[in-house]
């Protein structure tokens, strides 16, 4: 059974950092695409990040410059290191695999995990 749990989340000020993890298990992660969700209350889902698996990534203009989407095929693991935190960086936050590849990752349509939240105070 695949399951990817994320942890990290918490309290940051404005201009903060934090650093989200994805952690996979019945799941070879080097074999597929990752990439992270957010939702904001009361809002839609959205993909931030998404990495390939020679390492290429993308980014949601809202993100590009202050996240950065990493893996770490060792350790089956997924990151989200995230810089100059914003208020409306608040959410909750998503690991999941679009499968082989990060195009059209923002349509993915799969089960989501529990997430992880993040709360970023002004």
């Known amino acids: 059974q695949v399951q990817l749990v994320e942890s990290g989340g918490g309290l940051a000020q404005t201009g903060g950092s934090l650093t989200l993890s994805c952690a996979a298990s019945?799941?070879?992660?080097?074999?597929?695409?990752m990439s992270w969700f957010r939702q904001a209350p009361g809002k839609e889902r959205e993909g931030i990040s998404c990495v390939e698996r020679d390492g290429g990534t993308l980014y949601a203009d809202s993100v590009k410059g202050r996240f950065t989407i990493s893996r770490d095929n060792a350790r089956n693991t997924v990151y989200l290191q995230m810089n100059s935190l914003k208020p409306e960086d608040t959410a909750v936050y998503y690991c999941v695999s679009p499968g082989y590849y990060c195009r059209g990752y923002t349509r993915y349509g799969g089960n989501w995990g529990q997430g992880t939240q993040v709360t970023v105070s002004s």
């Open positions: 019945g799941l070879t992660l080097e074999y597929y695409a």
